[in-house]
């Protein structure tokens, strides 16, 4: 295992299946901005935007409870197409957090993001790193991926990541070996158990999640693709003990089937990025769409929750 040395950065890195440009207008027109701009549940108001060396951006971040948070951007290079440096977190009142450096790459008429924010030391790196986790600041650059892709093929996904503090061959490995698999799989608080497992391309498993409070649900994978240790991906549905399809008791209008596709990135020597998407698999009604598009914050909610397992799963020892 990798530990994380002590920064005055913290680097993003997302590719995107978008152009170039598309990415860029993304960032830089106001109202597509506020289409995803921000954590999951956040909205934005902007009230002035100047897109030049020395201009400013100044919007209004709206909290899900309520909470206004002012911000003013100050620009110190703008090159079109593919680079942005700025200032962020600060306001006419409050000094900026720290500095912004986005470049947009084309690989293939995809769009590699490489994002550095630097703080004024390793300490206040280390702070922000907290503020981002609470605030969940990384959804910001899901919600991206998921404006992006309704905006070039109309279709509505949920995407989520992290980055964990393991080499990529034992990440894979914890999602494609069932004992280990069980050890994380849900919120905090269920334990999972399979009843039957074949983990296979066109192979299927079925197990059991039991939550902290009692009751037990049901449900089936079918594997579609597994290509170790880089792509896992697998369609997913509630079902009885004997693993008939059912609609779950907490969700009437949930779709029948999910497509999870899970990618496997080695983002430097001991650290993997996962990257999740989901998507309703086959056909569906508007009510299910919407039931799904509509859930997009518990999705953030039970998945960083089991990513929160999986990271202490990965510890020595565990």
Not at 1 to 24: G, H, L
Not at 62 to 90: A, C, M
Not at 226 to 254: E, V
């Amino acid at each position: 295992m990798a530990s994380r040395k002590m920064s005055d950065e913290i680097n993003i890195v997302r590719v995107y299946d978008a152009p170039v440009q598309a990415v860029w207008d993304a960032w830089t027109d106001p109202a597509q901005a506020a289409q995803w701009w921000g954590p999951r549940g956040f909205t934005l108001t902007t009230h002035s935007k100047d897109l030049r060396v020395g201009g400013h951006w100044t919007y209004t971040m709206h909290g899900p409870d309520g909470t206004d948070y002012p911000n003013k951007t100050i620009y110190h290079e703008v090159i079109e197409g593919r680079r942005l440096v700025y200032d962020h977190g600060g306001n006419d009142d409050r000094p900026p957090l720290f500095r912004v450096t986005v470049d947009f790459l084309d690989i293939g008429g995809k769009t590699r993001m490489e994002m550095t924010m630097r703080c004024p030391s390793p300490e206040e790196t280390e702070a922000t790193r907290q503020v981002i986790k609470k605030f969940g600041g990384n959804s910001t650059w899901d919600r991206l991926a998921e404006y992006l892709e309704d905006e070039t093929s109309g279709k509505d996904i949920f995407v989520i990541n992290r980055s964990f503090d393991a080499d990529i061959d034992t990440v894979f490995e914890m999602w494609v070996n069932p004992e280990h698999f069980s050890k994380w799989m849900g919120p905090a608080g269920t334990s999972t158990s399979f009843i039957s497992v074949d983990v296979r391309e066109q192979g299927s498993s079925h197990y059991a999640m039991t939550s902290a409070d009692g009751p037990t649900m049901y449900g089936q994978c079918h594997y579609q693709r597994i290509s170790p240790p880089h792509l896992l991906a697998y369609t997913q549905n509630f079902s009885d003990k004997d693993g008939n399809l059912i609609k779950p008791s907490f969700a009437p209008t949930w779709p029948d089937a999910m497509l999870t596709t899970v990618v496997f990135t080695e983002e430097g020597p001991g650290q993997t990025r996962v990257t999740l998407t989901w998507e309703v698999y086959g056909a569906a009604t508007e009510i299910e769409r919407r039931t799904f598009r509509d859930a997009k914050p518990g999705m953030t909610v039970g998945w960083t929750g089991s990513f929160d397992r999986l990271e202490e799963a990965l510890l020595p020892g565990h």
